[in-house]
Structures are given as structure tokens and as C-alpha cells.
């Protein structure tokens, strides 16, 4: 590498902690999530390893209770809320649309440092005792039964929350403001369309989540009645403001996703996306839909028989617009020129396990089936496919995507393809099972449990070494590439976004000059010959 | 057959069968579409593999007329899931006016159980085949879940409140009963048995006395082998109850007949007298005053347990209105507040 690029432009650790560069910034983010992913990996190793045997063996009821509780706080609130748009999105939004930075570079920065204190108190939590009330924090557990370290961990999603809403901020003005001439709305990449309707529910959502939690804390510290029948409140009230952004949080983990598997799709099979407009209307309408059907957590929490229906009929109404893109990206494919390279192969598998959890999703709207899987592994099965099956395929096919203009460096292919299978083989094989054990009435949570699930959570637990294997690969192969991987070329894949337009990795400034748009986005079939690699 | 094949609970209740058949729809058409969609991305990707990379790939935009046909046909497929799902849910939300009941109280970590005839267990119920029950739920601590996996029913025991389930059971037999509400460290051990028994197995089983597996710890005084309205009777006398509440009392409203109907509050606002009425009127008296009473009762919060709360509630629905009595009046029910 000769030029300057924004890895190499400055040195010392206080040009990345105190730098307003949005590539950096991102890969503070990307540091910081990864550690956070292994972590909460950590503590779904020990539960599976716990799951091995009906009878509570290995880990004390207590410490079991604690681990699926640190399991999803730390993968919710610290690695998958933030995984695409923290990292991903701050490093492309601006690049995308022929930007230099975000419109706040400072305020991004304030971000990271709040997401860090929010991740210290919650780490503090966790060392000092751990907390065991699960990450949905259900009161009046919360607030009068649970004797653990409730408060700090709770502050801890509280101040991260604020992190959240300025990233929000942040790519809402960006993308509203920063427009190189000639992109209109209707030309931005899908990828800029699913963060903008993911920075909405950032804005709206988060407020909720963060006034919540304090509440418990303050219900707690100060015996304030607000959720504790005891002290006069409502526990279920609870329920109603925690899911009243959990539900739309899940879109927060997934339209980022879909907004990659769409960039993914058109650049590997060299097609443009099938309904454009389509496919970015229905990121909005999944946003705003989201917030209104919180209810399907309460199918059984006593809430009335008709708020249920309303709240049933609208979750079958959100599931719509994901179904239509699932459709569009499978037309996508139609007469192109499919190429399976890793990214191609997350997004495939991306749409096969997204499929699964949207279609079980549909069946837990389905007011009668509810009642019987709710608070089951179904449900942990189901969000799992959601979640990890979708997000997370999303944001690996993302990061290998990217990886050659982040880093410089190509990722090493077939070890890619070979830990994309991996991934997608052991994903299955290790949640798959569990729809079948909450079927048959396995209650989640549960640390010790009748012996007639012992086959089935076995081989959940089998499957999930086999994923944890293929976690494994990615951060290998992705640090050796750092130093031994091919240099990447400024556009290798032939993509048509603008952020492949500058080099591999690009200057800190992004565009020596701001581009003009003149065409729509997923231009395949115009690109020239002479830019063959 | 779905049981015989290991893919669903033991089907013990009327409600079962109904539930695995709305899954069985639902499994069926999801595997439609999942193996449409799977089948043309794999037929796509084979056929529309890279060959060179000179590929020239046409500029397709799409169809307004599929897009708008893979909106709607969905669309109308969830709106017939919903209804089914809907109409189930209000099958297991109705229990029949002749139901048993049964009263159950959670607390960490165990199921107590009240029968109407005074029998009382733990982690334990005993119920007769071919009848439906009806279990009022509660809580004395934190949220618990009543789940029996066999019989397809879940519903949340919300402490401050009462919630309902019922069921029908249809097969001899013991089944789980699971807590599925996380509610601290014993939560899976938060588990019992549902029994089912022959109708002459049941009745003898409930004459056998009320100490069975629950010892007096869990009832407090009023409790022994005496059915829920001689409990609540007692319970009425002793705490003092009857003094204001009596027939012919002035202080406090008649509580006959009052079970069920409208009671008209001071406010002028009207309530319908059901259970967490009933509940509330006991423990905190203040929150809604009758018309026409002063509001001097003191409250009973923290000095009755779940269980006698409900055995109170138990002898005031007993309490039928009384022939000549002027107070206890059908027309302006009226109860202690
Ligand atoms: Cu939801
Ligand atoms: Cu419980």
C-alpha cells in the first residue's frame, strides 16, 4: 500500500479513540461488538453444555439463570442491535450515497463512547455477580423478587439506548441532507432504504426501552410503585412498554439485514433488484407496522380477548412486506449471472432461514397456537431464526461483502464458502430441534427439565458446536487476511455502489471529488467490460 | 397419529385436537411455501449460474401484477390462519357455565391448589374426565404461567389479579404441569401433575379429605377439610367481616346476590362485581366506594393470604339474596367497599 488510505492516514491509539472519521469509527464498533458476540457466546456454550443432561449438573439453578439472562442482554442490546447499523452502516451510509462523513462526525463518535459506558456498566453487572431476571426483565421479578445486580445491568441497556438514538440521528440527516447531486430517493441503494427505516424505529423505539428500564431500576432502588401490584402498580403495564420496543427491535436486528441480502443479491447474480420500489416501501411499512403489534407477546398474560385479535391481525399484516421481499429477491435471480461467493451464499441462507423464522412467526400470531407454544423453545427456536438465522447470516455476508474495501485485503474464498455451509448446517442443527421440544411442551428457561427432551436437546447441543465452529472460521481466516490476504482492488466484485468507486481502503475523505449520479442503483447490466478484474 | 409419530404432546383435552389441527394447517401450507421458494432459488441458481464472466443479464424492473398477486394471495391465506387461530382462541378463552372450579396460586416455586369441596394439594390436581374445569389463577409473588402441555393451555397467574383457564380433559391419565413464566431460581422445578380420573375415582378422591398432599402450612387457619364457603364463612366471622356486612347491617353494603351484577359506585360510575371486584373490594376497600357508604371499611391487604381471599370470594358468591331483606335488593347490588 502506498497511498494514503484511512487505516494508514494517522497512527497511535488516540487517532482511533478520538477520531470523527466514520470508517474508524465503525471499526471501533466492529472491535467492540465482536468481543461483546464472544462473550455472549460464551455464556450459550455453557448453556447448552448445562442442556446436555435433564438433571441441573453442571451450573447451579442460579448460575444457569444468569447465563440465559447475559446471553441476551449482551446479544440483544450490545452485539445485534448494534452489529449492521453501527458498523456496516457507519461505514457505508455515507460512502454510499457520495458523502464524506455522517452529518454529525463528533455526535457518531459520542456514540461509540456511550455505547461503551452503557457496555461497562453492564459488564460490571455481570462480573460482580451477574444479573438473573432474563434480558426481558419481567417485573415484579425484576423490581421485588430478583437479588442480583438488576440496577447497574439495567442502567447499563439504558444508557446504551442513547447510542442507539443519536446513530439514529445521525443517518436520518445524513441521508435526508448529504445526497451526492443526482441520487435521488428512488435511486439510493436498498441498503440506505433499510437503515433509514431502521433509524426511524432508533428514534421512536428506543425512547420507550430506556424509560422502561430506568423505571424498573427506580420501581427497585426507591420502592416507587409503578409495576409492583404490592406497591400498587401494574406488572403487565411492563410487558406492554418493554415490547412495545422489543417488538420493533427485532426489525432494528433484521432490515439492516435485508438491506445487505438486497445488495448482495443484485451484485452475484449481476441483476438489478426485482421491484425496487417494492422492496425499499416495504422496509418503511415493516417499520411502521412493527410498532403496532406488541400485543402478540400477551396472548396469555390475561390481556382482553379483542386487544388480542386486533394485535393478532396486525402481526399477520407486518409479515406481508417481508414475504414480498423474499419474493422480489428470489426473482432477482431470475436470467441472471449467479456467482456463489461466500456473500451470495449468507444471503441464500439468509432467505432460507428468514423464510423459516417469518413462517413460524406467522404461526405464533396465530391467536390458538399461541397459547400452547408461548414461553416454549418454539418461541426460542423461532427468534433464534430471526435473529441469528437472519441477522446475523446478514451481517457476515455483509462483513465478507465489504471486507475488501474495509480492510484491503480479500478474505480467502473457499474457507469463506466452506464456513458460510458450516454456519448455515449447524444453524439448523442446533435450533431446528428446539421448535420440536416447544411443540412437545418444553418450557424455555428451564434449567432442569423431564427427560423425554433429552434426545432432542442433545442434538441441539451437537448442533450448536458445529456453529460454533463455523463462528469460528470467519474470525479466523478474517484476522489472517489482515495481514496475509490478497490487496483488494477498488471494486472486485464489479458492484455498481458508489463506495466501490473509491479505493480499497478508502481515504479518509472518501471522494476527492463528489460524485454525480446519473443512474439508478443495481446498473448491472451497464457495466463496461473495461472494468473487468 | 401426529402423537404416535413423537410430534405432539399426549392430546388429553377437547382443546388439543383442535390446536394440533390448526398446526397441522399451519405446517402444511409454510411447507408449500418454504419448498416453492427453495425449489426456484435452487432451480435459478443452477440454471442461471455464472458460465463467463462476459454474462450479459437483461434489465428486468418487475411486475406490478406479481407483485401485487404475491401480496394479496398471502395476505388471504394469513386472514384464514387468523380466523381459525381466532376462533380456537375464543373457544379456550369461554369456559361452559357448568365448569368445576378449581382455584390455583402460584408462588415461587409451587402450585397450591383449592378445590371447591374443600380438598387442597400442591404441585398436584386431580380432575374427573369429561367434564370441563375452570381454573381461576393468581399469584402471591411474581408472574408464574400455568401450562399443560397436554392439554394445549397456557395462561399467565398475574399476582393483583385473577386470570382463567379451562380445560376439558378427555384421556385417564397424569400429564405435566409446567410453570413457563421464568420466575426465579426454581422456576423448572415450578412443576407438577395434572390427574385425570374416572368421575367415581374423582368423587372419591374428594371425599377422602381435605389434608391431602397440602399440609396447613399453605392455607393458613381457615382451612382444614372444610369446602371453600365453610373456610370463607369462617373467615368472615373471624376477621369481622360480619359485623358491617351482616344481613340487616347498615354500615357496610349486603353482599347477597351481589356476585356478577352491576354494582353502582359513588363516583356514579357502574362496575360489574366479578371476582377482581370481589378481590380488590377486600384488599384495598378505598379504590371503589358503593353509593351510598362511607368509606370506613378498613383494608385487608397483607392480612389474608391468595388462598383465603379466594375462599371469601367463594362464600360471598354463596350468598344468595335473602327473602323480605329490603337492602339486599336485585335491582342496586351492593357490596363491601
Ligand atoms: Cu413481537
Ligand atoms: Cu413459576
Known amino acids: ?533 | 397419529m401426529l402423537e404416535r409419530l413423537g410430534l405432539v404432546p399426549p392430546q388429553a383435552s377437547t382443546v388439543a385436537v383442535q390446536t394440533d389441527l390448526l398446526s397441522t394447517f399451519l405446517v402444511t401450507v409454510s411447507l408449500f411455501f418454504s419448498i416453492l421458494i427453495a425449489a426456484t432459488i435452487v432451480a435459478f441458481s443452477v440454471k442461471y449460474r455464472r458460465r463467463s464472466e462476459r454474462d450479459v443479464t437483461p434489465r428486468i424492473h418487475g411486475s406490478t401484477a406479481l407483485e401485487i398477486a404475491w401480496s394479496v394471495i398471502p395476505l388471504g391465506i394469513a386472514m384464514v390462519m387468523f380466523g381459525w387461530g381466532a376462533h380456537l382462541f375464543v373457544t379456550l378463552k369461554r369456559p361452559p357455565d357448568d365448569a368445576l372450579q378449581v382455584n390455583v396460586v402460584g408462588k415461587q416455586w409451587m402450585w397450591k391448589v383449592q378445590h371447591l369441596e374443600g380438598r387442597r394439594e400442591i404441585n398436584e390436581l386431580h380432575v374427573p374426565i369429561g367434564r370441563p374445569v375452570k381454573v381461576t389463577l393468581t399469584s402471591e409473588d411474581v408472574i408464574h404461567s400455568f401450562y399443560v402441555p397436554a392439554f394445549r393451555i397456557k395462561q399467565d397467574a398475574v399476582p393483583g389479579r385473577y386470570t382463567t383457564a379451562w380445560f376439558e380433559a378427555t384421556r385417564i391419565g397424569s400429564y405435566h404441569l409446567f410453570c413457563a413464566e421464568y420466575c426465579g431460581t426454581m422456576h423448572s422445578g415450578m412443576i407438577g401433575q395434572v390427574i385425570v380420573m374416572e368421575p367415581a375415582d374423582y368423587e372419591a378422591w374428594l371425599a377422602g379429605g381435605g389434608v391431602s398432599a397440602a399440609p396447613a402450612a399453605a392455607g393458613g387457619a381457615a382451612g382444614g377439610g372444610q369446602d371453600l364457603v365453610a373456610a370463607g364463612k369462617e373467615l368472615f366471622e373471624q376477621k369481622g367481616c360480619v359485623t358491617c356486612h351482616q344481613p340487616g347491617a347498615v354500615l357496610g353494603p349486603q353482599l347477597a346476590g351481589v356476585a356478577g351484577h352491576t354494582v353502582e359506585l359513588q363516583d356514579g360510575t357502574t362496575v360489574t362485581a366479578d371476582d377482581d371486584y370481589l378481590r380488590e373490594s377486600i384488599l384495598s376497600p378505598a379504590a371503589k366506594i358503593v353509593k351510598g357508604f362511607a368509606p370506613i371499611m378498613p383494608t385487608f391487604k397483607g392480612q389474608l393470604t391468595e388462598e383465603q381471599v379466594l375462599q371469601l370470594i367463594a362464600y360471598i358468591k354463596s350468598l344468595k339474596p335473602s327473602t323480605g331483606d329490603a337492602s339486599a335488593d336485585a335491582g342496586t347490588g351492593k357490596t363491601g367497599s
Open chain 1, 1 to 533: 500500500m502506498t497511498s494514503t488510505n484511512y487505516i494508514n492516514a494517522d497512527y497511535g491509539i488516540w487517532s482511533w479513540l478520538l477520531t470523527k472519521d466514520h470508517k474508524r469509527i465503525a471499526i471501533l464498533y466492529l472491535v467492540s461488538i465482536t468481543l461483546m458476540f464472544i462473550l455472549g457466546g460464551f455464556f450459550a456454550l455453557l448453556i447448552r453444555l448445562e442442556l446436555l443432561t435433564p438433571a441441573g449438573d453442571l451450573l447451579a439453578a442460579d448460575t444457569y439463570n444468569k447465563m440465559f439472562t447475559m446471553h441476551g442482554i449482551v446479544m440483544v442490546f450490545f452485539f445485534l442491535i448494534p452489529s449492521i447499523p453501527a458498523v456496516l452502516g457507519n461505514f457505508l451510509v455515507p460512502m454510499m450515497i457520495g458523502a464524506r462523513d455522517l452529518a454529525f462526525p463528533r455526535l457518531n463518535l459520542a456514540s461509540w463512547y456511550i455505547y461503551m459506558a452503557g457496555a461497562a456498566f453492564t459488564l460490571y453487572a455481570i462480573f460482580t455477580g451477574g444479573v438473573d431476571t432474563g434480558w426481558t426483565f419481567y417485573t415484579p421479578y425484576s423490581t421485588a423478587a430478583a437479588n442480583t445486580k438488576v440496577i447497574p445491568a439495567a442502567l447499563g441497556i439504558f444508557i446504551t439506548g442513547f447510542s442507539s438514538i443519536l446513530t439514529g440521528l445521525n443517518f436520518i440527516v445524513t441521508i435526508h441532507r448529504m445526497r451526492a447531486p443526482g441520487l435521488t430517493w428512488f435511486r439510493l441503494p436498498l441498503f440506505i432504504w433499510a437503515h433509514y427505516a431502521t433509524s426511524i424505529i432508533f428514534i421512536l423505539g428506543t425512547p420507550v426501552i430506556a424509560i422502561t428500564i430506568l423505571l424498573v431500576a427506580v420501581e427497585r432502588g426507591f420502592n416507587f410503585g409503578i409495576f409492583d401490584p404490592k406497591l400498587g402498580g401494574d406488572p403487565v403495564l411492563f410487558q406492554h412498554l418493554f415490547w412495545f420496543y422489543s417488538h420493533p427491535a427485532v426489525y432494528i436486528m433484521v432490515l439492516p439485514s435485508m438491506g445487505v441480502v438486497s445488495e448482495l443479491i443484485t451484485c452475484f447474480s449481476r441483476k438489478t433488484v426485482f421491484g425496487y420500489g417494492f422492496v425499499a416501501v416495504s422496509s418503511m411499512a415493516i417499520a411502521v407496522l412493527g410498532f403496532l403489534v406488541w400485543g402478540h407477546h400477551l396472548f396469555v398474560s390475561g390481556q382482553s380477548v379483542y386487544a388480542s385479535m386486533i394485535f393478532s391481525v396486525l402481526s399477520f399484516l407486518v409479515a406481508i412486506p417481508s414475504a414480498v421481499k423474499v419474493f422480489n429477491w428470489t426473482a432477482t435471480l431470475y436470467r441472471g449471472s449467479i456467482e456463489f461467493a461466500a456473500p451470495l451464499i449468507y444471503a441464500l441462507g439468509f432467505i432460507g432461514l428468514f423464510t423459516i423464522g417469518g413462517l413460524t412467526g406467522v404461526f405464533l400470531a396465530t391467536l390458538g397456537f399461541d397459547v400452547h407454544v408461548h414461553d416454549t423453545y418454539f418461541v426460542v427456536a423461532h427468534f433464534h431464526y430471526i435473529m441469528v438465522g437472519g441477522a446475523m447470516m446478514g451481517y457476515l455476508g455483509g462483513l465478507h461483502y465489504w471486507w475488501p474495501k474495509i480492510s484491503g485485503r480479500m478474505y480467502p474464498e473457499w474457507p469463506a464458502r466452506i464456513g458460510a455451509a458450516i454456519i448455515f448446517i449447524g444453524f439448523n442443527l442446533t435450533f431446528f430441534p428446539q421448535f420440536l421440544a416447544g411443540y412437545l411442551g418444553m418450557p424455555r428457561r428451564y434449567h432442569m427439565y423431564p427427560p423425554e427432551f433429552q434426545v432432542l436437546n442433545v442434538m441441539s447441543t451437537a448442533g450448536a458446536t458445529v456453529l460454533g465452529i463455523g463462528y469460528l472460521l470467519p474470525l479466523t481466516y478474517l484476522l489472517w487476511s489482515l495481514r496475509y490476504g490478497k490487496a483488494a482492488p477498488a471494486n472486485p466484485w464489479r458492484a455498481t455502489g458508489l463506495e466501490w468507486q473509491t479505493p480499497s481502503p478508502p481515504p479518509t475523505d472518501n471522494f476527492a471529488t463528489t460524485p454525480f449520479v446519473t443512474e439508478e442503483a443495481y446498473d448491472y447490466s451497464s457495466v463496461p467490460e473495461a472494468e473487468l478484474v
